[in-house]
């Protein structure tokens, strides 16, 4: 059944006890990781709902060697998410070295971004929360945790739809259908409106996102061969046009994304940018079960007109003047190779990828 549930307004979880807002009452709870990856709140002082979402179960006669997939399909036949199962976890060499703080959190993320397919013998059960993909992530960014819920995927509207397991070279499918909670007045056109708008919204995040990351991807690479060029004495010319183009994304940037955020706090500090006013109206539209207002679907042309602005200079900048920059270093005799200490900048050709790219 396609119902939703006040989640309150909660921190980031953490060990031990945490509090959850919801009106006039305070919960208690525990964060737990589910067999199959998913995370899950457990109550201390409440008793405990059943899982939200589609629930699948399947019965294994022995574990499998090999990978387990659970994929979700549209009336149509086409695929909305595919799980599969976790791969093995890789051996700890005695001469790894330790994660920074921020390299942890990233890979805290990218486990989390998708649960797993449990494939124990016996029986095994995964709940599909009914969303679909949810917009790209802007890699790496100190306030992901005060932004995830902007970035989830649109819920799928009621109707029928298809599972499908594949396991041990077998392919087994079964029909589900999602029905809307009985208390709700909705229409199916309301539950189409509002999914048509939220998936539009998902992907011009997802496009502002992109941009983001390719223009931090630039920049990073801008940085290395500047710092190259200054070692072998060509740092003037080539100076000069890195922090001309520096600049000009960098433009563009501000406008895409609050940089000076650098906390969950500083997210209050500092005024939203339009990749925050976009996923903030996502959160808005899909906040209850009913047809986007006219309001709703002004401010999504609005912020959608304001980025294709932005997106449209990165394109140029992108087309134009990083080209021009990446001659300018191909000519200036700076070594591809250099047994400077410190991290290397990317190979040249990725300037050139990046113009290809955008």
């Known amino acids: 059944m396609r119902f939703r549930t006040d989640m309150g307004f909660p921190q980031p979880p953490k060990l031990g006890k945490n509090y959850r807002m919801t009106g006039a009452t305070i919960v208690t709870y525990r964060q737990i990781e589910r067999p199959e990856g998913a995370k899950a709140q457990v109550n201390i002082d409440a008793g405990q709902n059943p899982p939200d979402g589609v629930l699948v179960s399947y019965w294994l006669r022995e574990k499998p060697e090999g990978e387990v997939t659970l994929a979700f399909l549209d009336a149509k036949g086409k695929t909305i998410r595919s799980f599969k199962s976790a791969p093995p976890e890789p051996k700890e060499t005695p001469d790894a070295k330790p994660l920074t703080p921020e390299q942890r959190r990233s890979e805290e993320l990218k486990k989390a971004r998708e649960p797993k397919v449990p494939k124990e013998a016996g029986l095994n059960r995964f709940a599909w929360n009914m969303r679909y993909p949810d917009a790209t992530r802007v890699e790496d960014d100190p306030t992901w ?20 397991l594949d396991v041990a070279g077998e392919r087994h499918e079964a029909e589900l259908e999602i029905r809307k909670d009985p208390r709700v007045s909705a229409t199916q056109a309301d539950f189409d409106a509002q999914f048509a708008l939220r998936l539009r919204i998902r992907d011009k995040l997802s496009e502002v996102h992109d941009a983001i990351n390719a223009i931090r991807a630039l920049k ?11 070692d072998a004495g060509g740092a003037s010319r080539i100076g000069r046009a890195a922090e001309s183009l520096k600049a000009k994304v960098s433009a563009v940037e501000e406008e895409l994304i609050q940089v000076k ?3 969950r706090q500083d997210t209050l500090n500092y005024p939203a940018k339009l990749n925050l006013k976009i996923g903030g109206l996502a959160m808005a539209v899909g906040s209850a079960d009913f047809a986007p207002t006219k309001a709703m679907l002004d401010v999504f042309e609005d912020l959608s ?3 294709d602005a932005q ?12 080209p021009a920059f990446d001659k300018l ?12 200490r410190g991290k290397p900048p990317q190979p040249r050709a990725e300037l050139r990828r990046v113009a290809a790219h955008s």
Not at 153 to 158: D, E, F, K, N, Y
Not at 311 to 322: C, F, Q, Y
């Open 329 to 340: 270093v191909r000519s200036s005799g700076v070594p591809a190779v250099s047994a400077m």
């Open 145 to 164: 945790e005060s932004a995830e819920a902007t970035l989830a995927g649109p819920i799928a509207t009621t109707g029928r739809y298809r599972v499908r």
């Open 305 to 307: 007109r304001r980025a």
């Open 261 to 263: 955020a650098k906390s």
């Open 311 to 322: 997106l449209e200079r990165w394109s140029a900048i992108a087309k134009a003047d990083v």
């Open 220 to 230: 990073t690479q801008i940085d290395g061969w500047e710092k190259r060029a200054k």
